[in-house]
């Protein structure tokens, strides 16, 4: 295994695809900082990391990568990163017509702007370098907005999409390349929460109820059969190690078809997604 670059940062590294990430980095020789919003997920992190035998490698940054005023002063006692991965996110599920303007701005700016903040505290150090990779998670979710009662999500991951592509011929010249990870279904957090918040509607008695019912045992079913993240831990691991990265990487056999409805009119896309939400009720 040949020495790596530089120390590598994931966000939100705790659960899910950060965990995932931080785990599989720090097994392939990378020095990793994963950050937790807590002492207690710190903790857990390092239990994580020594049942996996990497505990030397993995180092529980207790930051609240929301919390934008505290990243850039934390910065300058970090290490020189080589690579950041921006994976901390959220979900709001929910009607847009019903979900609080508040938790729509918590959204966008755990999903869209803290990748941005991280980016900027970084590009320095790189840029000095002449080296370096920003690897920013986004989602199936950014390529085809076919999932009622998440519209947030939906607008969040198709704005970092756009966002990285014009950073990436931003920053291309420094030497520094900008990478789109794109799972699709995979077991994590965000489909358990998305299910209990859309529970949450239903109870309401929302003029939306039926088909958020329907919506909710779909996820709650594709939640119990999704795949463990590895697979997109090891498509980060690609994007780092790579010489060339590829701009996307498509982690799922379910991107592919999602990817090509792009193809196929909006009027049969809309009324085939109708139907399954149960939105013709």
């Not at 992190?45 to 996996?52: K, M, V």
């Not at 794109?182 to 039926?210: M, N």
Request: one cysteine or more.
């Amino acid at each position: 295994m040949s020495e790596r670059p530089g120390p590598a940062l994931v966000t939100g590294a705790n659960s899910g695809i950060g965990l995932a990430a931080t785990l599989h980095l720090a097994s392939r020789g990378w020095e990793v900082h994963g950050t937790v919003r807590s002492r207690s997920k710190a903790v857990g992190l390092r239990r994580e990391a020594r049942e996996a035998g990497v505990a030397d490698r993995v180092h529980a940054l207790v930051l609240d990568v929301s919390d934008h005023e505290a990243v850039r002063a934390r910065w300058p006692r970090l290490p020189d990163f080589y690579a950041v991965v921006n994976n901390a996110g959220m979900n709001v599920s929910g009607p847009i017509e019903d979900v609080p303007e508040s938790a729509a701005k918590a959204l966008l700016d755990i999903n869209l702007v803290t990748p941005a903040v991280i980016a900027s505290c970084a590009l320095p150090g790189m840029r000095a370098r002449g080296s370096g990779r920003i690897v920013n998670v986004s989602s199936i979710a950014g390529l085809q907005a076919i999932l009622p009662f998440h519209g947030w999500y939906h607008a969040s991951k198709f704005a970092l999409e756009a966002l990285s592509d014009v950073l990436r011929l931003e920053v291309a010249s420094f030497g520094v390349s900008v990478v789109l990870i794109e799972p699709g279904f995979h077991s994590t957090s965000i489909l358990g929460k998305a299910s209990g918040q859309l529970q949450a509607h239903v109870d309401l008695d929302s003029p939306y109820a039926t088909a958020m019912d329907r919506t909710r045992s779909v996820t709650a079913l594709v939640d119990r059969v999704a795949p463990p993240p590895r697979a997109v831990a090891r498509a980060i691991a690609s994007a780092l190690e790579s010489r060339r990265p590829r701009r996307r990487y498509l982690v799922g056999r379910e991107t592919l078809p999602i990817r090509g409805l792009g193809l196929v009119p909006d009027q049969v896309t809309d009324r085939v997604v109708r139907m399954v939400a149960n939105l013709d009720s």
